[in-house]
T-cell receptor, first 112, second 118 residues
């Protein structure tokens, strides 16, 4: 069973606009991660937020985590055509050996 | 460093055939895992390993076997391929950040194997 539900499933925006993707999960977690997948490629880790953190930034990425609502959001500011990809949230626990539970993903299309 | 290398990139099998998907990493990571990705389903964990000689089942292990005889290699065996195993398979490796033991392990993914079972 999937841990995460992502919303929206697909998002289309113009270059320069901000893109927001949401992730909800079902059980307690230690950390939540976001990954990007370009078409036909493997996933690439973007950012990790711990359960005791509420917000984290990395370049144009901003991630928030609300453990009371079991939800997270990923904001990409000033999007570029190169940001076109699928984005996945993943949840896990300490020392689980890479045992993550992934959401279904949001497909982002950024039009030049 | 090559990172995580998967072979082959594409494979077509007939129902009932067996095969092994290869995965190797050169980062000396303790942890390795196999996921399958199906449309609309995200990634689902098949098997994972926390070190050489230690493996465990994930969410969808049926029809697959793994072994971990070395730190570097983690092959996935399909025992008798079925059309339901048509998917894209990803191998990943990770490590515990001992400088920050409270963090989860970040996954490093291979480029995937696209498998079709006819």
């Amino acid at each position: 069973s999937q841990q995460g539900e992502e919303d929206p499933q697909a998002l289309s925006i113009q270059e320069g606009e901000n893109a927001t993707m949401n992730c909800s999960y079902k059980t307690s977690i230690n950390n939540l991660q976001w990954y990007r997948q370009n078409s036909g490629r493997g996933l690439v880790h973007l950012i990790l937020i711990r359960s005791n953190e509420r917000e984290k930034h990395s370049g144009r990425l901003r991630v928030t985590l609300d453990t009371s609502k079991k939800s997270s959001s990923l904001l990409i500011t000033a999007s570029r055509a190169a940001d076109t990809a699928s984005y996945f949230c993943a949840t896990g626990f300490y020392n689980q050996g890479g045992k993550l539970i992934f959401g279904q993903g949001t497909e982002l299309s950024v039009k030049p | 460093n090559a990172g995580v290398t998967q072979t082959p990139k594409f494979q077509v099998l007939k129902t009932g055939q067996s095969m092994t998907l290869q995965c190797a990493q050169d980062m000396n990571h303790e942890y390795m895992s196999w996921y399958r990705q199906d449309p609309g389903m995200g990634l689902r964990l098949i098997h994972y390993s926390v070190g050489a000689g230690i493996t465990d089942q994930g969410e969808v292990p049926n029809g697959y076997n793994v072994s971990r005889s070395t730190t570097e290699d983690f092959p996935l065996r399909l025992l008798s391929a079925a059309p339901s195993q048509t998917s894209v398979y990803f191998c990943a490796s990770s490590y515990r950040d001992r400088g920050d033991p409270g963090t989860n392990e970040k996954l490093f993914f291979g480029s995937g194997t696209q498998l079709s079972v006819l």
